[in-house]
């Protein structure tokens, strides 16, 4: 398995559990999450993510994410996120630190165009 599939498998273990030890797992202390590449600042630092992770429970999404492109610094993944009324298509980025945690995150998603 590569850093890139260990890094999104244990994500996707995070994100379903909400478990703040495998949220610590994924990051480290001084990294950015970018929910947004065009955001003013991103949620800066372990602590801070730790506490957005905790106050983004949502509802049960169904998702589904695989590694497009990786190598020892970054990572591209796409998947799709359903939340049942809204559905989402990704492009995340991962930018890893030597320890394979993410220093850098950065998320892409879109919601389907609207046909009319």
Not at 12 to 37: H, N
Not at 40 to 63: H, L, N, Y
Not at 74 to 85: F, Q, R, S, T
């Amino acid at each position: 398995m590569t850093r890139a599939q260990e890094w999104l498998d244990g994500y996707l273990r995070a994100w379903r559990s909400y478990d703040e030890a495998e949220v610590r797992a994924l990051f480290t202390d001084d990294a950015e999450y970018w929910f947004r590449p065009n955001d003013a600042e991103p949620t800066r630092g372990i602590e801070a993510i730790v506490e957005m992770w905790d106050s983004d429970r949502g509802d049960d999404p169904q998702f589904d994410f695989e590694v497009l492109i990786e190598d020892d610094r970054l990572a591209i993944m796409k998947g799709h996120v359903d939340y049942g009324e809204k559905h989402y298509t990704n492009m995340w980025e991962v930018w890893f630190a030597p320890d394979g945690r993410a220093q850098k995150f950065v998320e892409w998603w879109m919601l389907p165009r609207k046909r009319g």
